[in-house]
DNA sequence: CTGTTAGCGCTTTCAC
DNA sequence: GTGAAAGCGCTAACAG
């Protein structure tokens, strides 16, 4: 039978009106307890089940919200999501996925199909700086369906985020190489344009000049966040006429790509070269030569972002909120770090 | 502004009626290239962003999946997810994510919210073979919602599935083990009620017996997926009065525990002990004793239960599909198992 | 080719 | 405490 029930149908079997019906279905505290328990009761008989869609229609919310990310099978937006979903889930909330595989174009795509799907709010991670989604984020925010982004993250009114201190996170990694007698260090850094790489650059910078190293500006790599770009990183760096004796990279995947290429050519972790990584990739700590990275505690931070999402959709006033919430970064220090 | 557009108000605008505009947006057929040219244009000056919950409402699709899963931040999982948001998307679906940590109790809540929630079809990955579940999976497919398991599946009627051959791949992964020469393997099995921790200690069994290899219980651990259960299984195995010689884990996290017990057991791997892993995970490849794995190509898998979601939906006839898919198992092998 | 009408399933005033 | 009626935004059958 692929017959639904709707409260007509039990109304009509009760003769009493399909309003009462739906006040009973609500605990609506004007109605009889008498008439609640009838209604309660056929409703399960006749395995009536809610329809939420006509719910959403009638009542402009849809209990969905959409969530961006570059792609979902990388572990850390994977973690945060599943953050979100543990923190929205008992509110009745589900979480819908999107992918963009960095690529604007989709990303605009997202957020419009998303809005056209009616979701009660955004949060996402962006993929780059271009200027090319502004309108439309201005119009998600124009219509007072809240955004929050979460790791990367822009500059825009009434937007609220959650990230982690990547300054700090920069910061600390770098004294941890320079606690460990490191004298010159290098950086593997990302695609600066995005605050996150930025910051840990600066981070990175601040601890060198506190601790009176010298900067080098050979020594600062942009690279990608893979395994081989790490290890051409290296090699640069290997030619260079004063090489480093520790790398920082704002990548765990890159450090790793960094220590392959570094054993190949004879050289002793950490006897003689510390590296230091970023994220917490989960392989990190499984490796023999277990890798120092910087935790964003992922989960935390989905966790945080849908609680900021939660605030901002019961504020009934009609003040824009905008809250930036930064997470402390920890430190995992593992072999490559110690000595 | 918070304000909405409907057709209406753009019907109002060019003294037409509702009716035309929705047929204008739709490319109905009958229509003239003018009006259509008009309302399009008109749309799109008065911002107008189509509302799904109203087509979906009046349509009775609301394009979205649901896919269930144990928890979403395995790589296994966000890798299958992942195949299937690739899939979908192009078809205008949006992914709804539940995760159910295991518990049946979730499970059953998960599948009657999505179906309150209108979607098209759930995808799912079931947590264990409780019988519980059982009538809500029979609702659903009474319902006519199409349903697909991926990777751990239960024999249910109208229900499609997804899977790769897990006999073969534990039939392969040990023949590999055999054919380096080890002559006692051993095998840590997961949850033997799940057929594909069945199947692939059924596939273990037979290429003992295959190849006329001695098969001895002691040598079947049931173990956890995760590093201690490994740990602890080869300190029992171990103890034995003839301990193997090599292991065939289903687990890849199990073997990677195994792999750090037996080498602070002073046991050189894989000269005097060969491990063989299951899933793939990405840190299997990074290590510097890699390990072998078999490899699941959840992205496949992924892409694959949509495509069998998108055949089932598209099917107007009334007959039930029952399509098993089942995926072929690759084999990585790596230094954990080659000598 | 376009207008009229009805209705998807539900909630929410406004009466009584 | 309950009923009547309207409407969320859209589409499809039926006319013309």
Chains 1, 2 share one sequence.
Not at 5 to 18: E, G, N, P, R, V
Not at 63 to 80: A, H, L, Q
Request: aromatic share 8%.
């Amino acid at each position: 039978m692929d017959q639904k029930t709707t409260i007509y149908d039990i109304a009509k079997k009760l003769d009493i009106t399909a309003a009462t019906v739906s006040r009973a279905l609500n605990n609506n505290p004007k109605i009889s307890e008498a008439t609640r328990k009838l209604v309660l009761e056929t409703a399960a008989k006749m395995n009536y089940k809610q329809n939420r869609l006509a719910q959403s229609l009638r009542s402009g919310k849809s209990n969905n919200v959409g969530v961006i990310v570059p792609r979902i099978d990388v572990n850390f937006f994977s973690s945060v999501i599943r953050g979100i979903e543990e923190e929205l889930h008992p509110e009745g909330y589900h979480v819908i996925i999107c992918q963009t595989h960095e690529d604007e174009k989709r990303e605009i795509e997202n957020i419009t199909t998303l809005m056209n799907a009616q979701v009660d709010g955004i949060l996402m991670s962006i993929s780059n700086m271009s200027k090319e989604n502004d309108p439309v984020i201005k119009h998600v925010v124009d219509k007072n369906v809240p955004l929050i982004f979460f790791d990367r993250k822009k500059k825009m009114d009434g937007v609220s985020s959650v990230t982690i201190d990547d300054f700090e996170g920069g910061y600390l990694a770098t004294k941890n190489l320079i606690d460990a007698g490191c004298t010159r260090i290098a950086h593997f850094s990302g695609d600066r344009s995005l605050e996150i790489y930025e910051n840990r650059f600066k981070g990175y910078e601040q601890a060198l000049k506190d601790f009176g190293l010298e900067w080098n500006p050979d020594y600062v790599i942009q690279t990608k966040s893979n395994v081989d770009a790490g290890r051409n990183a290296v090699t640069k760096l290997l030619s260079l006429p004063n090489p480093p004796n520790a790398i920082f990279s704002s990548s765990d995947f890159a450090a790793l790509g960094a220590i392959q290429e570094l054993k190949e050519n004879g050289i002793k972790i950490p006897e003689d070269f510390c590296v230091f990584g970023f994220g917490n990739e989960p392989f990190t700590r499984f490796l023999e030569l277990s890798i120092s990275s910087v935790d964003q505690s992922p989960l935390e931070m989905g966790r945080m972002a849908a609680k900021v999402f939660l605030e901002q959709i019961s504020n009934t006033d009609n003040i824009k909120i905008e809250k930036k919430v930064v997470l402390k970064p920890e430190l995992q220090i593992r072999k490559s770090s110690t000595r």
